[in-house]
């Protein structure tokens, strides 16, 4: 068993719990939503919003492209139910997107943003995607990068996962190629947020829903010798305004031919 494995039931449980939480400490995440929608030049006709969450990049989408066909899908039905609330016209799709239950060539527009992290295979989702869109069609992503959250996974030091792993510019380039995409372009940048405590960067992290769904995380509760030793790492790290949590961010557009 690789440790650091996703398990999909633990992802989807995760989110569905946080589904009423997630909107009041998203902040992060709309802002990615709200870049990511400027990479989008074309008008296509249909649009998947894949990782829909609380259908905030829905409601965006749908007002930029009104006359567009647009459906939303997360694996968490919680999240859709927020989805809906947010978009009640929007049809939904609770699915993996490693496993569409879309036709081929269905979309013009696959949109997601800071989902994908959320798979084991991303090839598998790259494939998907290019199944389901259409010749000129547009995948268009955001995703975290491997220093995401580095300060907090350095600072572990029990043996344990606590953090997922994300995969780099090159892995995610050459699985878009692998999978048939062209004019792909990849574009990174890096946001450092900061926290009073670790307390206040776990209760945000609950609150999205980002919980340790790695297979080689701790069962039950973290010793507390590890916790004490995570914190005295951690607060090596303290500057004026607070302890530092990084969120590397790409930004990936490509198209099918």
Same mark, same amino acid.
């Not at 940048?189 to 080689?216: C, F, P, W």
């Not at 949590?245 to 198209?255: C, K, N, Q």
């Given at each position: 068993?690789?440790?650091?494995?996703?398990?999909?039931?633990?992802?989807?449980?995760?989110?569905?719990?946080?589904?009423?939480? +997630?909107?009041? /400490? !998203?902040?992060? @995440? *709309?802002?990615?939503?709200?870049? #990511?929608?400027?990479?989008?030049? =074309?008008?296509?006709?249909?649009?998947?919003?894949?990782?829909?969450?609380?259908? +905030?990049?829905? /409601? !965006?989408?749908? @007002? *930029?492209?009104?006359?567009?066909? #647009?459906?939303?899908?997360?694996? =968490?039905?919680?999240?859709?139910?927020?989805?809906?609330?947010?978009?009640?016209?929007?049809?939904?799709?609770?699915?993996?997107?490693?496993?569409?239950?879309?036709?081929?060539?269905?979309?013009?527009?696959?949109?997601?943003?800071?989902?994908?992290?959320?798979?084991?295979?991303?090839?598998?989702?790259?494939?998907?995607?290019?199944?389901?869109?259409?010749?000129?069609?547009?995948?268009?992503?955001?995703?975290?990068?491997?220093?995401?959250?580095?300060?907090?996974?350095?600072?572990?030091?029990?043996?344990?996962?606590?953090?997922?792993?994300?995969?780099?510019?090159?892995?995610?380039?050459?699985?878009?190629?692998?999978?048939?995409?062209?004019?792909?372009?990849?574009?990174?940048?890096?946001?450092?947020?900061?926290?009073?405590?670790?307390?206040?960067?776990?209760?945000?992290?609950?609150?999205?829903?980002?919980?340790?769904?790695?297979?080689?995380?701790?069962?039950?509760?973290?010793?507390?010798?590890?916790?004490?030793?995570?914190?005295?790492?951690?607060?090596?790290?303290?500057?004026?305004?607070?302890?530092?949590?990084?969120?590397?961010?790409?930004?990936?557009?490509?198209?099918?031919?």
């Amino acid at each position: 068993m690789n440790e650091l494995n996703l398990e999909g039931r633990h992802i989807r449980r995760s989110f569905d719990r946080a589904a009423a939480s +997630y909107d009041q /400490a !998203a902040a992060l @995440q *709309r802002r990615v939503a709200d870049r #990511l929608m400027q990479g989008v030049a =074309a008008v296509p006709a249909r649009i998947l919003d894949a990782g829909s969450g609380t259908g +905030y990049g829905t /409601a !965006a989408l749908k @007002q *930029r492209f009104p006359e567009a066909v #647009l459906f939303a899908l997360d694996l =968490a039905p919680g999240m859709l139910q927020a989805t809906r609330t947010r978009t009640p016209d929007v049809p939904l799709v609770c699915a993996d997107v490693q496993s569409l239950p879309l036709a081929a060539s269905s979309v013009d527009l696959f949109w997601s943003s800071l989902m994908l992290q959320w798979c084991n295979r991303t090839d598998l989702a790259f494939a998907e995607a290019q199944r389901c869109l259409s010749a000129g069609g547009h995948f268009v992503f955001s995703t975290f990068g491997p220093a995401t959250l580095h300060e907090l996974r350095d600072s572990f030091a029990d043996g344990h996962t606590h953090v997922s792993r994300f995969p780099g510019t090159e892995e995610l380039h050459a699985q878009l190629v692998a999978a048939g995409f062209t004019d792909i372009r990849i574009e990174a940048q890096a946001e450092v947020l900061h926290y009073a405590d670790v307390r206040s960067l776990m209760l945000e992290l609950k609150a999205i829903g980002a919980h340790n769904a790695t297979a080689g995380r701790a069962r039950g509760l973290t010793g507390k010798r590890s916790w004490q030793a995570m914190l005295a790492n951690y607060a090596t790290r303290r500057v004026s305004n607070g302890l530092p949590a990084t969120y590397e961010l790409f930004y990936v557009s490509a198209r099918k031919p």
